[in-house]
Structure formats: structure tokens, C-alpha cells
């Protein structure tokens, strides 16, 4: 509709915020208007469902509004799509959401933030957000990456994220609360790499083990993959378990043989650490018949990093990246390849 698209263009011309703070706020008005069809958002331009607060007298009008669960309320009225998202932004910067600036290029910590300072109510809305970063993302940027300075998408770094073990060989398990073993697990972290790696000047494609009967032809298959795609370099998602839960800390392999393998190893291990605060159970050199080796010495011209970030049978490990949520870890990943390719 006419009104929505109107919103998209003023996006695409506002300089006050970061692109990734325009995909976040363009997200949350998918989310509050549905895409501009709520009554808010088609009488009001009002597309985030921002209720009205003395702060912005001036900016906005009171207009009173009942919601979907018939609660009467006073929202703000706006003129235009372009009052909006200013009325948007001095909503934020003069309430109670002091340090949103030190998240503005990073969407998710920016939607925690606000919403840890009673932004939403709902336990859901930054899950819900998030779920349309994508769809906010292709109608800002899709036909118009370079005039936005987004960069070329073809000209980012190309990287392989590689999910361990298979769909009939899960790999290792974690109890309750993560629930879950490594391939699933893993799948979620390679899905959130690729849809957040634009963020960090990477492109990301997924590949995954197919079942075959041997272990070997298994890792070899998807290696000819990834060869054949050519990367720059590429990462081996698991997490590890032991039958004692004691056992505890991150720590990440790669081939001992190539010395920018060790330097990308511990730049990956140094963000984990730092997001993580697990114990420092170091980078470690692995040879092809140990291991993991097989994975790391596939392609001798592509730096290989397998990673082990947690323990899931341990259980304040597990219970922290339950608590933490994949995005984290998936990021943590991200800012690891980005520092190692410079």
C-alpha cells in the first residue's frame, strides 16, 4: 500500500541512524503495523504503536486508540511517515532508554536494550523483531544496496559455515534447558550467520554433512562443496560434551601446518571468550587423523577453524546459552571472521 511505501522511501533518506538501526526500527514497524495496515499506522502514521508521553508535545499529537485486547489508550498522531520517524527518534532519545547509541550497529542489542527499559511488555517482541530483520532488510536495500552504502554484496568476503555431524548422526547432546544436540543446534547458528553476516561486510553460505555411511566420505563431500565455492575461509560449528559434567570451557582447533589458521583460531577464540566467560581451554593445533582433523586439513588453501564453545553437558554452561540465545554465539562468530579477514 501506498502509505508503507512512502514509509520504506523516508527510511532510505533519513541520515539520523545507522542502516542497521533503519532495519531494526523498520522491523519493529512490520511488527506494530503490519506492514501499515494497522489503524494506528493507515489514520495516524503512527507505524510503531507509540503511545503518547509528554516528551513528545510538539511532536506529536494525543489521539486516543483502543487496541487489539480493548484497552484504551493515548497514542501519538503524526502528519506524515517522515514526522514519524523523526517523532520515533525523539521518543527514544529523550525516554528512558539512555545508551542506545552505543548498540547502533547492532539491531538485536539495541532491541534488548530498549526493551530491558519497558519499551514492550511482551516476552516475545524482540524474538518477533528480529524474525523480520530479513523482510525489512530486502525492502530497504534490495534494489538499492550501493546508493545506501551498504556496499557491493557481491564484493564482501566470502566465508563457509560448515554445521557438524548430520541429521542422522546429531553429534553430541545437551540436556535441559538447550534441549538439543549439535547438528539442530548448530543449523539455528549457521541460519542466524547468514541472515546478520551483511552486518559485518561477510557473505556466509551453509553447508551441511549429508549421512553416508562413512564418517570420511561424509567430510569429504561437503568439503568438495565448499571448495568448489571458494572461499576465504570457513568454520566447523559444534559444541562439546563429556561424561563427567565438570568438564568446561571453549576452546577451537584448526591445522597446525598453516600459521594464519592459528591467527583466525584465536581471533574466533578471543571473542568467544569475551562474549562467553567460559574458561580459556586455548586454540589447539590438530592433526588430520585426530579429531576434528579430517575437517581442518580438507582444503589446503582455505583457513579451516573448528569450534567448540561450550560444553552442554555441563550445567552452568548449558544454562548460560539457553539463557543467552543463539544470536549471540551466531554474532560472537560473525565479529571472530570479520577480525580475522580485516
Not at 271 to 290: C, H, I, Q, W
Amino acid at each position: 500500500m501506498a502509505i508503507w511505501e512512502n514509509l520504506i522511501k523516508e527510511y532510505r533518506k533519513t541520515k539520523k541512524v545507522s542502516d542497521s538501526l533503519k532495519i531494526t526500527t523498520l522491523a519493529q514497524c512490520i511488527v506494530a503495523s503490519d506492514r501499515g495496515v494497522s489503524d494506528l499506522a493507515s489514520q495516524h502514521f503512527n507505524f510503531a504503536s507509540l503511545k503518547f508521553r509528554e516528551r513528545m508535545d510538539g511532536v506529536a499529537k494525543p489521539v486516543d486508540h483502543t487496541d487489539a485486547d480493548g484497552l484504551l489508550d493515548t497514542y501519538c498522531k503524526f502528519k506524515s511517515a517522515a514526522d514519524f520517524i523523526e517523532g520515533y527518534w525523539t521518543f527514544i532519545d529523550q525516554g528512558p532508554y539512555a545508551g542506545w547509541k552505543d548498540h547502533k550497529a547492532d539491531g538485536a542489542a539495541y532491541l534488548r536494550h530498549i526493551t530491558a527499559r519497558g519499551y514492550s511488555e511482551d516476552p516475545d517482541y524482540v524474538f518477533e523483531v528480529i524474525s523480520a530483520f530479513s523482510e525489512a532488510r530486502d525492502a530497504l536495500f534490495g534494489t538499492a544496496v550501493k546508493e545506501e552504502g551498504l556496499g557491493n554484496a557481491a564484493a564482501r568476503r566470502k566465508v563457509a559455515v560448515i554445521v557438524g555431524h548430520n541429521a542422522k548422526k546429531m553429534g553430541a547432546s545437551a540436556p535441559f534447558p538447550l534441549a538439543t544436540s549439535e547438528f539442530p543446534y548448530n543449523q539455528k547458528i549457521a541460519a542466524i550467520m547468514k541472515q546478520f553476516a551483511g552486518e559485518y561486510e561477510i557473505e556466509v553460505k551453509v553447508f551441511e554433512r549429508i549421512y553416508v555411511g562413512s564418517h570420511k566420505k561424509e567430510i569429504d563431500r561437503a568439503y568438495a562443496k565448499v571448495g568448489e565455492w571458494d572461499p576465504e575461509c570457513a568454520m566447523e560449528l559444534h559444541f562439546n560434551d563429556f561424561e563427567s559434567s565438570a568438564a568446561h570451557g571453549t576452546e577451537v582447533l584448526y591445522r597446525s601446518d598453516m600459521k594464519s589458521v592459528r591467527v583466525f583460531a584465536q581471533k574466533v577464540q578471543d571473542e568467544l571468550l569475551s562474549t562467553l566467560g567460559f574458561r580459556d581451554r586455548k586454540v589447539k593445533p590438530t592433526k588430520k587423523n585426530a579429531n576434528g582433523g579430517r575437517s581442518l586439513h580438507a582444503l589446503n588453501n582455505v583457513p579451516t577453524v573448528l569450534v567448540e564453545p561450550f560444553f552442554g553437558s555441563n550445567k552452568k554452561e548449558n544454562a548460560k546459552m539457553a539463557a543467552e540465545g543463539e544470536e549471540v554465539l551466531a554474532r560472537a562468530y560473525l565479529r571472530g571472521i570479520r577480525d580475522f579477514l580485516g
